[in-house]
């Protein structure tokens, strides 16, 4: 069964310092991962996908993630971390398989950043 | 602009009520999705859609039920067999149930039973 593991659950960083958040998935064939930002009281948004090819893909705000498929990982990087980064992040795999689960996503539970001025 | 809206965003109903959540797309995306989100739960999928009149459940449906009449439209009620509704609703949308394809969301609606 798909399922998504983010083993932080609150990161606290300063301004300007590094980032990585963690996230392993488990799935049986070639996985289709995404990372969603959501700050309080709002949607999701997209903030990078990976489906195949380059296993460093590039997303919005200055965030990047790699693709390990020997680690069965999907972290989520960026190299200096503003304020307004604070906020939840979502790990997500897409499901494969026929009929009705197409399409679907696992999401892991969340790692919530907090950044210090 | 195209997006999806959700209403109302806050919602508080009493026990024994069942409500109704909306969800409107004008993306012309076909699949639909309710998730609900508790803290540190992160998302629980409860009904999708990926064409009109058709729906399946998903991890959590005991206590909802959804219908979709209209491409556009998939609104989610909550029943009184809901026993714990409190949550924050999250509605998505995708243009085509395929795995490449991202979930767009709405910006949800946070319902308190009182």
């Known amino acids: 069964a798909q399922s998504v593991t983010q083993p932080d659950i609150h990161i606290t960083v300063s301004e300007g310092a590094s980032l990585e958040l963690r996230c392993n998935y488990s799935?049986?064939?070639?996985?289709?991962l995404f990372w969603y930002v959501q700050s309080p009281g709002q949607g999701l948004q997209l903030l990078l996908k990976?489906?195949?090819?380059?296993?460093l893909v590039q997303g919005i705000k200055g965030f990047e993630a790699e693709f390990k498929r020997s680690q069965s990982s999907f972290n989520l990087r960026k190299p200096s971390v503003h304020w307004s980064d604070a906020a939840e992040y979502f790990c997500?795999?897409?499901?494969?398989?026929?009929?009705?689960?197409?399409?679907?996503?696992?999401f892991g539970r969340g790692t919530q950043l907090t950044v210090w001025p | 602009d195209g997006g999806i809206t959700q209403s109302p965003k806050y919602l508080f109903r009493k026990e024994g009520q069942n409500v109704t959540l909306s969800c409107e797309q004008n993306?012309?995306?076909?699949?639909m999705y309710w998730y609900r989100q508790d803290p540190g739960q992160g998302l629980r999928l409860i009904y999708y859609?990926?064409?009109?009149?058709?729906?399946q459940k998903g991890d959590i449906a005991e206590g909802y039920s959804v219908s979709r009449e209209k491409k556009e439209s998939f609104p989610l009620t909550v029943t009184s067999a809901q026993k714990n509704p409190t949550a924050f609703y999250l509605c998505?949308?995708?243009?085509?149930?395929?795995?490449?394809?991202?979930?767009?969301f709405g910006p949800g609606t946070r319902l308190t039973v009182l």
């Open positions: 998505a949308s995708k243009s085509q149930p395929r795995l490449g394809n991202e979930q767009f």
């Open positions: 799935y049986g064939a070639t996985p289709y």
């Open positions: 990976y489906f195949s090819g380059d296993t």
């Open positions: 997500a795999v897409g499901a494969g398989g026929r009929g009705s689960t197409l399409g679907r996503l696992y």
């Open positions: 993306l012309n995306h076909d699949a």
């Open positions: 859609s990926q064409i009109v009149n058709d729906f």
